[in-house]
């Protein structure tokens, strides 16, 4: 599968700070996938995007898909405590796999 | 409904021991995954199922890994002879279909360790 690269492996802020993890790709994306996993948790679907250019918002999460598919980011105004965990960008070319970027590990203190 | 529930949640075995790990998926969803978790990594697609097919077994590590799935249901992922790098958390998902629109819903994992 197509490897997604994430940046940066981990971040810590304090709370009310904003928050930006970045996917990339060498080749062209068809979809990218979002997930949260909270520590000791599982993953959890957050969103998916399929559109150039694409942006979703999820209240204080905002997803981006780039102009030419190959990078993606997601972005947290004014994090809080329960913003901590893993977030982990996936893509599938297959339509069942799915690749996972190794993921941006968030710490948020109060 | 009830989410994806899998089963053990742990386990811890010596190594050269078989280990079989279930997983029940969410009522109704026909697609089925396993995916591997290592200490720090990202997952690791390991099988999917539609069905009770296997289409694609490519991500197995090795051939001491097999899965099974039966009645479109429950699937059991087992691993013969364990060795010390197949401990890891073993997380199933399941979806209403295989697609690229379908949402992948995981289960709790089982965290298995070789010692």
């Known amino acids: 599968g197509q490897q997604v690269m994430q940046i940066p492996q981990y971040q810590h802020v304090q709370e009310g700070e904003d928050f930006t993890t970045y996917c990339n790709s060498s080749?062209?994306?068809?979809?990218i996938q979002w997930y949260k996993q909270r520590p000791g948790g599982h993953p959890v679907f957050l969103i998916q995007?399929?559109?150039?250019?694409e942006v979703k918002k999820q209240k204080r999460l905002t997803f981006q898909f780039g102009e030419a598919k190959k990078n993606s980011s997601l972005h947290i105004t004014a994090t809080q405590t329960t913003d901590v965990g893993t977030y982990f960008c996936a893509n599938s070319n297959s339509g069942y796999a799915l690749n996972f970027g190794k993921g941006t590990s968030l710490l948020v203190t109060p | 409904g009830a989410g994806v529930s899998q089963s053990p949640s742990n386990k811890v075995t010596e190594k050269g021991k078989d280990v079989e790990l279930r997983c029940d998926p969410i009522s109704g969803h026909t697609a089925l995954y396993w995916y591997r978790q290592s200490l720090g990594q990202g997952l690791e697609f390991l099988i999917y199922?539609?069905?009770?097919?296997?289409?694609?077994k490519s991500g197995l590590p090795s051939d001491r890994f097999s899965a099974e799935r039966t009645g479109g249901s429950v699937s059991t992922l087992t691993i013969q002879r364990t060795q010390q790098e197949d401990s890891a958390v073993y997380l199933c998902?399941?979806?209403?279909?295989?697609?690229?629109?379908?949402?992948?819903?995981f289960g709790p994992g089982t965290r298995l360790l070789v010692l």
């Open positions: 199922f539609q069905g009770n097919s296997a289409p694609d």
């Open positions: 080749t062209t994306l068809s979809n």
């Open positions: 995007l399929v559109k150039s250019g």
């Open positions: 998902a399941s979806s209403l279909a295989a697609g690229l629109i379908q949402t992948q819903y």
